[in-house]
């Protein structure tokens, strides 16, 4: 049986992962879950309470900056891999408030790499470096921004160098830097995955997709930073739980994988084809069209959607240090592990504005309380 570590669970690509493990990769395998989140307002218990059954998967409230409960953790379970979601992972909260990103990003980190050091080490070789307990690893859940921003052409690759901008990618790779940092001072088992935009279930509507198909449902204005013309690589949430899960079990020690799945689009072209995409399921199903908070009434008393167009669209002040274009070349992850993307962008981006439709609760709990005072000053 495998014992997992996964941090950050209660957000947005945590929870889809311990969804991935327990009803679909190893459904049918014992596993065992531990999950450490912080509820910050990025994580939602009501996310994965149904997941939590005190056996396959249990829930600990939880800061990964805590050296005693991380320790705690470590001598009461016999934890092999470690997944460390957990971060603060908005790049406009990161230029209002840094220091969080670094104390979450950073020293979170390196706090439950010691405590997987202090674990699973048995002693020390005759050339003075620690002997690791067989079949553990520690992967580091990482991204994109890593590397900076690129041109109109090329691709990052795992080679490219590291030249973040923002506060928030600043201290992501200080934390891929320190997790390489015990693989090469320790020899500590460790992976990381560097992964383009997610998009997907359980998203938080502060991110571009979920926030769109949120402000179109209420129907508000869709804030465009900018032109429009920056470039994200746009990767369904679920091919990214498949290629964390493969990295773990089966990548090298003291590895990075790009994961991407060459999906670029401009931010204009997501918003625009995100209003065409609504509107088309609304004017199919009538019914649909009670979910919106808008709702004019046309000649025949029917809820009108002509207003959903791209006049919706606002372009508003750019965010500060925007990268202009993200491209993952995700060759070595295809050859090494066969791993591929296997939801191409147009069924994606169906399925996520229907789960967005079917699961209104959801969107109402998580963007209730803080998140208007911090929708009023950010739009
Ligand atoms: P998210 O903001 O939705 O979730 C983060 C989770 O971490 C939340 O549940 C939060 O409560 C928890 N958390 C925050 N601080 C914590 C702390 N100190 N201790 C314990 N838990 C804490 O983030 P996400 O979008 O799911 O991203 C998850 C990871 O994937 C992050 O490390 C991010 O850098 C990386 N990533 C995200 C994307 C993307 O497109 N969203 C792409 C590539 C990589
Ligand atoms: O590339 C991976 C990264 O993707 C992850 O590491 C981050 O955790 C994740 O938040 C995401 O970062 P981005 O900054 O790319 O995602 P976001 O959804 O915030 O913005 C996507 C693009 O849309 C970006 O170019 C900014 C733009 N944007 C965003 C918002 C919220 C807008 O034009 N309007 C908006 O209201």
Redesign the pocket.
């Known amino acids: 049986m495998k014992t997992y570590l996964v941090?950050?669970?209660?957000?947005?690509?945590?929870?889809?992962f311990i969804k991935y493990l327990l009803y679909k990769k190893y459904k049918e395998e014992e596993i065992k879950i531990i999950v450490?989140?912080?509820?910050?307002?990025?994580?939602?218990y009501g996310?994965i309470k149904d997941d939590i059954d005190g056996k396959r998967c249990v829930f600990v409230h939880?800061?990964?900056?805590?050296r005693e409960l991380a320790d705690k953790l470590f001598s009461e379970n016999d934890i092999d891999y470690v997944v460390?979601?957990?971060?603060?992972?908005?790049v406009d909260r990161s230029i209002e408030n840094p220091q969080l990103f670094l104390?979450?990003?950073i020293l979170?980190t390196q706090n439950l790499l010691d405590a997987a050091r202090r674990a699973w080490v048995t002693g020390k070789d005759e050339t003075g470096y620690p002997v690791w307990k067989a079949g553990k690893r520690f992967h580091?859940?990482?991204?994109?921004?890593v590397y900076g921003s690129l041109g109109k052409d090329g691709f990052f690759t795992e080679n490219t160098p590291l030249c973040p901008h923002s506060p928030?990618s600043a201290s992501?790779t200080s934390?891929d830097m320190i997790v390489m940092a015990y693989h090469d001072t320790y020899h500590m088992p460790v992976s990381i995955?560097?992964?383009?935009?997610?998009?997907g279930p359980?998203?938080?509507p502060e991110?571009l997709i979920p926030l769109i198909i949120n402000n179109i449902l209420e129907g508000k204005q869709l804030p465009v930073y900018g032109k429009g013309d920056n470039v994200r690589d746009w990767?369904y949430?679920e091919d990214?739980c498949k290629a964390i899960d493969l990295v773990v079990r089966e990548g090298k020690e003291g590895e990075v994988y790009n994961?991407g799945g060459h999906n670029e689009m401009t931010n204009i072209d997501i918003v625009k084809l995100t209003i065409k995409t609504i509107h088309d399921m609304m004017a199919e199903d009538k019914e649909l069209r009670k979910i919106l908070k808008k709702q004019v009434k046309d000649a025949d008393g029917e809820i009108a959607i002509d207003w959903i167009n791209d006049n919706l669209i606002t372009f508003v002040k750019d965010r500060l240090g925007h990268d202009q274009r993200y491209a993952i070349d995700p060759t070595k992850i295809k050859n090494d592990l066969g791993w591929y993307p296997e939801t191409m962008f147009a069924e994606g981006i169906v399925k996520t504005i229907k789960w967005n439709l079917d699961n209104q609760e959801w969107v109402k709990e998580v963007t209730s309380g803080d998140y208007q005072k911090y929708y009023e000053q950010m739009y």
């Open positions: 941090t950050g669970a209660a957000g947005f690509i945590g929870s889809n450490l989140d912080l509820l910050t307002y990025a994580g939602n996310t939880g800061d990964i900056r805590d460390n979601f957990a971060a603060e992972s908005h104390e979450t990003n979170g580091q859940v990482s991204t994109d921004e928030y992501k934390a995955t560097r992964c383009s935009n997610n998009y359980y998203h938080f991110k990767l949430v990214h994961v």
